[in-house]
């Protein structure tokens, strides 16, 4: 069974940062891209960044270019979201998901979704 | 970047009955590149339909995608009380990936 779980989150001031994990279990981690997607409060769904399966290629929305970082370590099954220079407009839940494979850049899995809020 | 418009925006409908949900691109979807999600209050998303039309892994078969181009459409032939939620959808065949607005479905 495929299972992602997320840590991480919670309440920190504008300019701070937090770091999001998501562990993964049930398929083979470093096979597969892996996403993090944001939803606002009350609003709809947002492509944060994607990270192939060997960490080369990733790729991210222009909100977060050059604030976030996104990495994995394949030896824990472990994605990581680095978040600098916090906005009030990043508090969000961030859901960590698992691309459906190479090439398709849809979502079969998804993590429990951790929230983000920033906030003086 | 593609934008993807649903409508509409809230659909009243009773269990039974059929629903159709419309996601227009604002460019042509490469490859019909186009997925639908669930989500139900304080839950993840689940994910439905990829490629327009074809169902994701344990996905009931009253769901179904159809479309090309820039026009698809999620239909559900028959409601039951547990799909009463909100629908995305979603473009994965250009950069950025970008989602719908999402179309509430509600009990009347």
């Known amino acids: 069974e495929v299972q992602l779980l997320q840590s991480g989150g919670g309440l920190v001031q504008p300019g701070g940062s937090l770091r999001l994990s998501c562990v993964a279990s049930?398929?083979?981690?470093?096979?597969?891209?892996m996403t993090w997607v944001r939803q606002a409060p009350g609003k709809g769904l947002e492509w944060v960044t994607a990270?192939?399966?060997?960490?080369?290629?990733?790729y991210y929305a222009d909100s977060v270019k050059g604030r976030f970082t996104f990495s994995r370590d394949n030896s824990k099954n472990t994605l990581y979201l680095q978040m600098n220079s916090l906005r009030a407009e990043d508090t969000a839940v961030y859901y960590c998901?698992?691309?459906?494979?190479?090439?398709?850049?849809?979502?079969?899995?998804w993590g429990q979704g951790t929230l983000v809020t920033v906030c003086s | 970047e593609i934008v993807l418009t649903q409508s509409p925006g809230t659909l009243s409908l009773s269990p039974g009955e059929r629903a159709t949900l419309s996601c227009r691109a604002s460019?042509?979807?490469?490859?019909?590149?186009l997925a639908w999600y669930q989500q139900r209050p304080g839950q993840a998303p689940r994910f439905l339909i990829y490629?327009?039309?074809s169902r994701a892994t344990g996905v009931p078969d009253r769901f179904s995608g159809s479309g090309s181009g820039t026009d698809f459409t999620l239909t559900i032939s028959r409601l039951e009380p547990e799909d009463f939620a909100v629908y995305y959808c979603?473009?994965?065949?250009?950069?950025?990936?970008?989602f719908g607005q999402g179309t509430r479905l509600e009990i009347k």
């Open positions: 998901a698992k691309n459906l494979r190479d090439g398709a850049a849809t979502y079969e899995y």
């Open positions: 460019q042509t979807v490469s490859s019909s590149y």
């Open positions: 990270l192939s399966g060997d960490g080369v290629h990733v």
């Open positions: 049930g398929f083979t981690f470093s096979t597969y891209a």
């Open positions: 979603q473009q994965y065949g250009s950069s950025p990936i970008t």
């Open positions: 490629g327009a039309t």
